[in-house]
Nanobody, 118 residues
Framework: QVQLVESGGGLVQAGDSLRLSCAAS????????MAWYRQAPKERDLVTTI??????YYVDSVKGRFTIARDNAKNTVYLQMNSLKPEDTAVYYC?????????????WGQGTQVTVSS
């Protein structure tokens, strides 16, 4: 059974930092690109992706503030979020994809809430 379990969300003030983690099980982690999406309140949008070899992609709104990283030995992907803004408030979802630029998601996590107060 595939599981992606996110953790690390919470309530912070603007300018603060948070680190999200996503622990994967039931998949060959190194074979997947891993991504973070966020949803607030309607559409679920891509935030960042990291390939199995470590190539990264970021949407413009988070470049320079967010960093994605993966530890293949621990089957875990991280999202370091710095200089958080109220508009970063969302439910953040971890996802496993076949490639860095694949539009399709193979597996989703359950999501973790991030709330940034002004």
């Amino acid at each position: 059974q595939v599981q992606l379990v996110e953790s690390g969300g919470g309530l912070v003030q603007a300018g603060d930092s948070l680190r999200l983690s996503c622990a994967a099980s039931g998949i060959t982690f190194g074979n997947y690109a891993m991504a973070w999406y966020r949803q607030a309140p309607k559409e679920r949008d891509l935030v960042t992706t990291i390939s199995s070899s470590g190539t990264t992609y970021y949407v413009d709104s988070v470049k320079g503030r967010f960093t994605i990283a993966r530890d293949n030995a621990k089957n875990t992907v991280y999202l370091q979020m710095n200089s958080l803004k109220p508009e970063d408030t969302a439910v953040y979802y971890c996802a496993a994809k076949s490639t860095l630029y694949s539009a399709d998601v193979d597996y989703w996590g359950q999501g973790t809430q991030v709330t940034v107060s002004s």
